[in-house]
């Protein structure tokens, strides 16, 4: 049976509620996470909860209830997770001005259920909304499950902390019985600053007058893909690529989502490594569309296909590629930037537009529900998969891996495969790695020359061959 992500035991160390809310609250509490404990001790065979007063994480749940549902990134654009460390994520701290770096302790602050247990040495339990998923996270432990499972188990703690709270003669049991009560209860306006990360002003410029619940489902992809762009694009580059984004929002196809289902039944198979479900994916693609290994694919003909016509959009910056949005209701856009990286050349433009196919395709129903920024603040994992989905579609792996058998001449190969598969010189090389087909390391330590940033990673994978 799979450990639940988040499992609470609490035991009172007293039968009856009597004098503070803190007295009434104090008992011993088992917390486990994807089953380990992280919260309690081991001893004699038995697991002994930590002890505490527990209305203290009642409110801490109260309070910050409305960020653990829809605060999916940091506040200040830094694009860490609150667990991350090391020290480009502390110079990036470092350098906020005193203001921001307050919002990042808040943050984190809200994020982290041991910060309910002030002044203890209790492990930090980690939760953090991505997309329709949530990651939980202790002790180097990490599940990504639904929200609604989550919310779950907190509410079975929260409630059962209010109903001894209840009989309860004082103000602070009262007021945390009231805020827990109300804990949902969230205005629309702090709803979309929390998902976007931006102030009222910005929010109203993006989406023309103020957030409402019956606009909100047209409001959200936008404002998502809004968050991602922050610390990349700055506030009129963002305004302006979401208000393209909602003037080419179309109707979801019924293709895509026909397709779309197949796909999630074959991501269920594909093993657990990004590459390996991305590669899965594309070689299951080209077999349902009957594409041979040796011929080309046309990703923005195989987004038509499914109701999808990317635009042009004009960012100021290179390390942005693609933005797509889309939802139930909303409907679907995908705005490929002219300045990107990647997609100003036709090479690299056919890489991004592949890319956004899978996440169309597989990243909806997870991770991504509404929005996805190629090069912007998107989960690390699903990127992965959809880069290794976006080289397996345009050039499978083992055709890669059978033109560099032998002695060949590099350059020479690299511009044919580069103008029959039309893909660049270094997804080409990473396709010949990924393929495990006998390479000579000559030819991989020229392929490095061809591989720009990536080079120290393709030369140690290429090492271990």
């Not at 180097?140 to 499972?149: A, M, N």
């Not at 209840?166 to 629309?188: M, N, Q």
């Not at 300045?339 to 996440?359: D, F, S, V």
Request: one cysteine or more; proline letters at 5%; a neutral charge.
């Amino acid at each position: 049976m799979t450990p639940r992500p988040l499992d609470f035991e609490l035991k009172w160390l007293k039968p009856a509620a009597a004098g503070s809310a803190a007295e009434a609250t104090r008992g011993r509490l088992v917390l486990r996470v994807a089953g380990r404990v992280v919260w309690g001790f081991e001893s004699a065979g038995r697991t002994i909860g930590a002890e505490w007063t527990w209305v203290d994480l009642l409110e801490h749940l109260a309070r910050s209830w409305a960020a653990l549902e829809w605060e999916q990134a940091d506040p200040v654009g830094i694009g860490s997770a609150p667990w991350d460390g090391g020290s480009s994520v502390a110079g990036a701290e470092a350098s906020l001005e005193p203001d921001a770096q307050m919002a990042m302790f808040r943050f984190r602050e809200r994020h982290d259920l041991a910060t309910a247990l002030g002044g203890t040495s209790a492990p930090s339990v980690w939760i953090l909304r991505e997309g329709r998923d949530v990651v939980v996270r202790a002790l180097d432990r990490e599940r990504r499950v639904r929200w609604h499972d989550v919310a779950a188990a907190l509410e079975g703690v929260g409630d059962h902390v209010a109903a001894r709270l209840r009989t309860v003669s004082d103000p602070r049991a009262s007021e945390a019985v009231r805020a827990w009560a109300a804990r949902a209860d969230v205005a629309i306006e702090h709803r979309a600053a929390l998902v976007s990360g931006l102030g009222p002003a910005a929010i109203a410029r993006i989406v023309g007058t103020g957030p409402s619940e019956e606009s909100w489902d047209a409001t959200e992809p936008v404002l998502v893909a809004a968050r991602m762009m922050r610390g990349t694009v700055d506030l009129d580059g963002i305004v302006g690529a979401s208000r393209a984004l909602r003037a080419h929002l179309e109707p979801i196809d019924g293709a895509l989502d026909v397709l779309g289902a197949l796909a999630l039944d074959v991501l269920e198979s594909a093993g657990r490594r990004p590459y390996e479900q991305g590669a899965r994916l594309a070689s299951w693609y080209r077999d349902h569309h009957g594409v041979r290994d040796d011929a080309r694919v046309d990703p923005r003909g195989a987004l038509r296909t499914v109701g999808v016509e990317p635009f042009e959009l004009d960012l100021a910056t290179p390390r942005i590629d693609a933005i797509a949005c889309w939802g139930s209701k909303s409907g679907v856009a995908i705005g490929v930037n002219r300045n990107g990286r990647h997609a100003q050349g036709r090479n690299g433009e056919r890489t991004t537009l592949a890319h956004e196919l899978c996440h169309l395709l597989v990243d909806r129903a997870h991770a991504l529900p509404v929005a996805e920024v190629m090069g912007g603040h998107a989960p690390k994992a699903t990127e992965q998969r959809a880069n290794a989905f976006a080289a397996s579609l345009l050039l499978p792996a083992r055709v890669a891996g059978e033109a560099f058998g032998g002695t060949p001449d590099v350059p020479a190969v690299l511009d044919d495969l580069g103008y029959r598969y039309g893909v660049s010189r270094e997804v080409i090389a990473w396709q010949a790695l990924r393929s495990n087909l006998p390479i000579k390391p000559a030819t991989f330590h020229r392929l490095a020359d061809f591989v720009g940033e990536t080079a120290p990673r393709f030369r140690q994978e290429a090492s271990r061959r």
